[in-house]
């Protein structure tokens, strides 16, 4: 069972920028379609940023020029490079399939965005 592991948060000002990584166990990203998922507090958990295996890409417009998806494949290890950030892009940070697969939910890292 391939397990993911989620690292990278950390606390950061508004309008900086972090790279979150996403490590896989095994060969996933070759097969599945794949996401980065924020849960804020008190809110559900949304997709903020979609990579297909054929590299298209997809974000959400509270997202779109700020976030961009990468990697896979070889290095078994996907990211999340997120710039500008928002006191509202506060929460943890999950990546799973698309759709995501209950199994492979894993600890999530925390992005915190304040002054």
């Known amino acids: 069972q391939v397990q993911l592991v989620e690292s990278g948060g950390g606390l950061v000002q508004p309008g900086g920028s972090l790279t979150l990584s996403c490590a896989a166990s095994?060969?996933?990203?070759?097969?599945?379609?794949m996401g980065w998922y924020r849960q804020a507090p008190g809110k559900q958990r949304d997709l903020v940023a979609h990579i297909s295996t054929t590299g298209y890409t997809y974000y959400p417009d509270s997202v779109k020029g700020r976030f961009t998806i990468a990697g896979g494949n070889a290095e078994n290890t996907m990211y999340l490079r997120m710039n500008s950030l928002r006191p509202e892009d506060t929460g943890v940070y999950y990546c799973n399939t698309n759709p995501p697969r209950s199994e492979l939910w894993g600890q999530g890292t925390q992005v915190t965005v304040s002054s």
């Open positions: 095994g060969d996933i990203f070759s097969t599945y379609s």
